[in-house]
């Protein structure tokens, strides 16, 4: 008899789960319902906002950071200031990361150090593009054309007291400065490939 009444109570509950299950079946179709609803009335909605809208204007587009020159520059052959090549590097670097030339060329004229001539004349100038600008900061720092760097590398030798890394190193950087100033003088050369 005990038996019986625990299977009849096994059954009810059993029953009375089956008919919670189909409770929240019909809920859960009631709501999947619901959210198709509102979404399509989203979907009109955004669509005709979307025709009466109007084209970004500059202030809604993200922010993006000013572009700054890393260091200064100084007299050419100061420790502490920027070089040539690394001042050329930071500026390609702002190219590729889509900064208009005007602003890498006003970044480049506030990196200069205060007072000096390079400066006064930048500040001076109203033409003032970046090929113009390349040109002269090459002068400015004066770097040697791609004939004479080679001839440099060719007849590089090790210092006295230079490790033999520290050699290989200014070795290296002379061959990417070779490279670089045959680039400029012949921009459209293929046959200029580094090794």
Do not use: W
Request: net charge negative; charged share 30%; hydrophobic share 35%.
């Amino acid at each position: 008899m005990e038996t019986d009444q625990s299977t009849s109570a096994d059954d009810a509950a059993e029953t009375d789960m089956r008919e919670t299950v189909k409770m929240y079946e019909r809920k859960l179709k009631d709501l999947e319902a619901e959210f198709e609803r509102c979404l399509g009335e989203l979907k009109v909605t955004t669509s005709t906002s979307e025709k009466e809208s109007h084209p970004p204007t500059d202030h809604a587009l993200p922010y993006k950071k000013e572009f700054k020159i890393q260091g200064q520059i100084g007299d050419p052959g100061q420790r502490d200031k920027l070089a040539f090549m690394s001042l050329v590097h930071q500026i390609d670097s702002g190219l590729k990361r889509g900064y208009p030339e005007k602003e890498i060329v006003e970044a480049v004229v506030r990196a200069v150090t205060p007072g000096l001539q390079l400066r006064d004349y930048l500040e001076g100038r109203d033409d003032l593009d970046l090929p113009i600008t390349r040109r002269l900061l090459r002068a400015h720092f004066q770097e040697r054309g791609a004939t004479e760097l080679y001839q440099e590398l060719c007849g590089i030798s090790q210092g006295r007291i230079e490790t033999a890394q520290n050699f290989v190193l200014r070795a290296l950087a002379l061959k990417q400065r070779v490279l670089f100033a045959s680039k400029k003088q012949m921009p459209n050369s293929n046959m200029i490939k580094p090794l």
